[in-house]
C-alpha cells in the first residue's frame, strides 16, 4: 500500500524556517518524481514545487522559487522541503504528492496519484 | 501561467442526480487534464488522467472528456459519498494550475 507521511509542519515567526519531511512507503520511491502542493485555509490547492526520481531536475512556482528548497533521499525514501524567509501568506497544509505518468515526443506529463495527509504550517507572530 | 477555471463554484444536487462539472483552460492543454477529490480536511483524491481515464478503483459512474480547452467532469448517479469539493488541474506545462474548485453540495 502506498504511503506518504508529511512531518515537520508547525507555527513559526514570519521570516523563519522550516523543514517539511515526506516519508514514503509502499512503492519504488527511487522511480517516481514527487511534489509538494499546498492549501491555505479554505483556499484552493496550489502545486509550488517538483522533483524528478533522481533528484536532478527541479521546478517551482513562482511565489515560493528563492525561498524554498525541494530535496529527495532515494535511499530513505524521503522527500524534503526547506523553507526559508517564510511569510504570513506560507500557512497552509503542505501535501506531499507523488506523480505517475508518461513521456511523449512532445514531453513527460504527469499527474498526482498519491497525496499525503498534509502537515500545517502557520507563519504568524 | 495557464488559468484553469471551473464552473460552477458550489452545485446543490440530490442523490441519484446526474452532475456536470466545467474546467476551462486559458490555452489549449490538449488532454493533459486531471480530476482529483477533496473531502473536508481530507486530502485530494486522484480520480482522473488524460481527461477522461478513469484511475483504478474509481466508481464508473464518474466519467471525463473534453480536450483543448474545455472539459468536463460527469457523476452519472451522485452518491451520498461523493459530496465533496471536486478540482481540475492541467499539467500540459509547469507551473501546473488547478481550477478554483467546484463544491457539490447535497440539496
Known amino acids: 500500500e502506498v504511503q506518504l507521511v508529511e512531518s515537520g509542519g508547525g507555527l513559526v515567526q514570519p521570516g523563519g524556517s522550516l523543514r517539511l519531511s515526506c516519508a514514503a512507503s509502499g512503492f519504488t520511491f527511487s522511480s517516481h518524481s514527487m511534489n509538494w502542493v499546498r492549501q491555505a485555509p479554505g483556499e484552493v490547492l496550489e502545486w509550488i514545487s517538483y522533483i524528478g526520481h533522481t533528484g536532478s531536475e527541479i521546478k517551482y512556482a513562482d511565489s515560493v522559487k528563492g525561498r524554498f528548497t525541494i530535496s529527495r533521499d532515494n535511499a530513505k525514501n524521503s522527500l524534503f522541503l526547506q523553507m526559508n524567509s517564510l511569510r504570513v501568506e506560507d500557512t497552509a497544509v503542505y501535501y506531499c504528492?507523488?506523480?505517475?505518468?508518461?513521456?511523449?515526443?512532445?514531453?513527460?506529463?504527469?499527474?498526482?496519484?498519491?497525496w499525503g495527509q498534509g502537515t500545517l504550517v502557520t507563519v504568524s507572530s | 501561467d495557464i488559468q484553469m477555471t471551473q464552473s460552477p463554484s458550489t452545485l446543490s444536487a440530490s442523490v441519484g442526480d446526474r452532475v456536470t462539472i466545467t474546467c476551462r483552460a486559458s490555452q489549449s492543454i490538449s488532454s493533459w487534464l486531471a480530476w482529483y477529490q477533496q473531502k473536508p480536511g481530507k486530502a485530494p483524491k486522484f480520480l482522473i488522467h488524460?481527461?477522461?481515464t478513469l484511475e483504478s478503483g474509481v466508481p464508473l459512474r464518474f466519467s471525463g472528456s473534453g480536450s483543448g480547452t474545455e472539459f468536463t467532469l460527469t457523476i452519472s448517479s451522485l452518491q451520498p459519498d461523493d459530496f465533496a469539493t471536486y478540482y481540475c488541474?492541467?499539467?500540459?506545462?509547469?507551473?501546473?494550475?488547478f481550477g478554483q474548485g467546484t463544491k457539490v453540495e447535497i440539496k
Open positions: 504528492a507523488r506523480d505517475s505518468g508518461y513521456c511523449t515526443r512532445g514531453g513527460c506529463y504527469r499527474w498526482h496519484d498519491y
Open positions: 488524460d481527461a477522461s
Open positions: 488541474q492541467q499539467y500540459n506545462s509547469y507551473p501546473y494550475t
